[in-house]
Every structure is written in structure tokens, then in C-alpha cells.
């Protein structure tokens, strides 16, 4: 097979980055903040069971371990706040984009035609604030499959039915093309 020599100006290419992207729910910034706390009091209280347990293992440094350990959480939850402004995602007419990430911002474009399946999830604070989560799972991609987080409970659903019929289409487009023909003599 030969490749014709085609330039391809890249200028009239599709940037991704001129797409507004929508950000999720402000109600998951609840979640962030819950798991948050959770994961704090779990922390500290391991911590301060241990040095419970041996209390010479820290010493006379108990108090400055304390404070680092301190210091850790609220870098965490600084982290975790600002981290949520960067959750934003969009549905154009081919792909879909997911971006996400404070200190190291990642941006995830997924094509319909690599889209496998899509699941919607929720846990119990999810279902109370209502929101729910979309998992989407791809073909062959590295790094493709994605999960958003913080979706209002409508809009979950009606990209899921988006992507479902998406797929669906995808796939009867992908069937008629490889269909073989059945001649008159054949049958």
C-alpha cells in the first residue's frame, strides 16, 4: 500500500483547545471535601495510635512529625480543592474530551468509533447530592478509558444515551460495511 504525498496543513485542523469545556457539578466538590475529612481522621488517628503503641519511635521529634503530618493534609486539601476546578468535559460531534488535573493537567480525547461501553455510577453520597459518575471504557487505548466524576443526575444520563446510541450507530455502520454479498447463485 502507498501513501500519495498529501500535505496536510495543519492549521485547518480541529484544535481541541478553542472547545468550551463544561465543568462538573460544584455538588461533587462535597465528595472531594468528604473524602477529604475521612481520609484525614484516618490519618491523624493511625498516627496517633502508633505513636501510642511506640511511644519512643518518635521520641523527643513527636511534636515535628505532628506538624509535617499536619502540613501533608492541608497540601492534600489544597490539591484536592483546586484540582476540582480542573475537571471539565465536553461532547462534540465525533469524540468526546475529558480534562483534569492541578499539577499535572491531562486531557483525554476518546473517538466514538473506540468507545466499548459506558457504565453510570453512584454511591450513597452521590445518590443523596444527585449526581452520578460516567464511565467510559475504549478499544485498544492506552490510558483511554475515563471517568467523570460530579455529573447532575439528568445530564449523566442523557450522555449516556448519547453515547449509547453512539456506539450503537458506530456499530451498524461497522456491520453493513463488512457484510458480505450474497450472489444469486450463492443462496
Excluded: C
Excluded at 500535505?7 to 485542523?13: K, P, R, S, Y
Amino acid at each position: 500500500m502507498e501513501f500519495q504525498n498529501a500535505e496536510i496543513n495543519f492549521a485547518d485542523l480541529p484544535k481541541f483547545e478553542a472547545v468550551e469545556l463544561q465543568p462538573i457539578s460544584r455538588k461533587y466538590g462535597w465528595i472531594v471535601a468528604f473524602n477529604w475529612f475521612v481520609f484525614s481522621v484516618i490519618f491523624l488517628a493511625a498516627f496517633l495510635i502508633f505513636n501510642i503503641v511506640q511511644p519512643h519511635f518518635f521520641g523527643i521529634y513527636f511534636n515535628y512529625v505532628l506538624v509535617g503530618a499536619v502540613l501533608f493534609l492541608i497540601i492534600n486539601y489544597v490539591v484536592s480543592y483546586f484540582g476540582f476546578f480542573k475537571r471539565k468535559f465536553a461532547i462534540r460531534t465525533h469524540d468526546i474530551i475529558y480534562q483534569q488535573g492541578l499539577i499535572k493537567s491531562t486531557t483525554i480525547i476518546i473517538p466514538y468509533n473506540r468507545i466499548q461501553h459506558v457504565n453510570l455510577e453512584e454511591g450513597w453520597l452521590s445518590r443523596v447530592l444527585e449526581i452520578k459518575s460516567i464511565s467510559i471504557f475504549t478499544a485498544g487505548q492506552d490510558n483511554g478509558d475515563i471517568k467523570i466524576h460530579g455529573l447532575d443526575k439528568e445530564l449523566s444520563e442523557e450522555i449516556n444515551q448519547h453515547l449509547l446510541n453512539k456506539i450503537k450507530s458506530e456499530n451498524d455502520q461497522t456491520e453493513s460495511l463488512n457484510v458480505p454479498e450474497i450472489g444469486a447463485d450463492e443462496s
